[in-house]
């Protein structure tokens, strides 16, 4: 048998090194004259182990990592194409602590097959769920959705399945399915993981959303700073439509159902959803009023679905599995699995897919190992440049949407910022602002001035003048953006202003304090 070498062809896998590996094991293998495919697979998600290569033995896939270019000539010498030991050497890759407690139903073929083979895809389960889905009434496939508990990981949390009904419902010569794949939160990547590793599921998962609500065309909407995602996109989708899975005929069905990878142009706000409309509809992407929602008047006017790419990727497993499976994960109103993106400054960064439940203290000390820098965690950040900031005091925190709303908080797209003790929480809360006022889309004006003026009086505390008339007038300017916003940009960066306001008071104090407590 010809060895098998899987090395990740991820772009978070790519910029710590992965390509001078290929390339450094490709010519040793040329060199020593042995025969050995190199399959690129996608990240399994652990980082802290990138680039993370893998071989195929008699015993199964035994991982070395993080191997360095300066380490090949070593492997090879220690036999690695049998799983010899070597410094580097990890043991099975499902044995990894990191990835050993994960609970993989959204994520279980990334980093395990080969991305762009259909074939290997459906060896490992690919296309069941879209078959079952096959053999169903669009409300059939619908009450699954609703009845698995699936909601939307895009930020909102809205239920999949009743989105679905409403664009089933909604008469209209033309439906879409828009997948959200713009993924602007601060350390998130669980959505370009899944396009670079396993892009077949969320093509899976579009094709039933369409059979579901009798859209026949879907388009992603991939940030312009994803090129490698939106190549595997597209590869993927060409794949797909010579198999048969997409086009006129889905597997050999009398269902249509095509898509198209579209690029956006960078900018935060075209990850909300009406402004990603606009922006597929080649205008500047500006926020639209609701109503009309886009279940009823979405791209080009016509009844569109819009969902995350996590959300629809997650659709697959349902079908496959049954929702009573899916459902069965979780806590309270947060079925199913989210998988949690580990980042800022944290021991093991990475990808921990999980059921709902973990408390954010589990995840942050014992998954990702605490800081890097080994100083204490001061603050996280969870939910993206929107979310609050949580101290250690709320780390009993459980994750699930409504503990962490009950906490002044949101779990948004499940990306977590971690931050140790050196974090100055009025320079975040004026990040916040400033960052608000530079993505804004302009429409509205708590959000369009609110957000500068907000920058401004952040700085007149900082720097000692009137220190408390001024935090009062921060406070009356969050609750004005809160509830006077048409969107949740302006309407959420209060979350991370009063959160740093109301959990780290120290840091608000007036200048000579503060260079004192310093
Ligand atoms: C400013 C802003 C940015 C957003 N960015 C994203 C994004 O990058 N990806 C995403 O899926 N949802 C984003 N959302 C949420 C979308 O508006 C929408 O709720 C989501 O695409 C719906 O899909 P879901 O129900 O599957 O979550 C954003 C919302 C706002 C207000
Ligand atoms: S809150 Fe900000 S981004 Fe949203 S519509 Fe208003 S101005 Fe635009």
Redesign the pocket.
Known sequence: MIPRIYIPGDSGALALGAEKVAKAIASELAERGIEAKIVRNGSRGAYFLEPMVEVATANGRVAYGPVKTSDVKSLFDSGFLTGGHHKRWLGAPDKIPFLAKQTRLTFARCGVTDPLSLESYKKHGGLNGLTNALGLTPAAIIAQVTESGLR?????G?P?GI?WKTVLDTVGDRKYIVC?A????SGTFADRMIMEGDPFVLIEGMTIAGIATGATKGFVYIRSEYPHAVAVMNKAVEIARKAGVLGASVLGSPNAFDMEIRVGAGA??C???TALLDSLEGKRGMVRAKPPLPAHKGLFGKPTV????I?LASVPVIMDKGAAFYKDFGMGRSRGTIPIQIAGNVKYAGLFEAAFGMTLGEIVDEIGGGTATGRPVKAVQVGGPLGAYFPRALFDTPFDYEAFAAKDGLIG?AGIVVFDDTADMLKQARFAMEFCAIESCGKCTPCRIGSTRGVETIDRIAAGIEPEKNLALVTDLCNTMKFGSL???GGFTPYPVMSSITHFPDDFKPAPVRVAAE
């Open positions: 939307g990981r895009g930020g909102a809205f999949t989105k959200n713009d993924e602007g939160d935060y706000v990850g909300e959803e819009i969902n995350n790419v959300s797209h969107c949740a940009l």
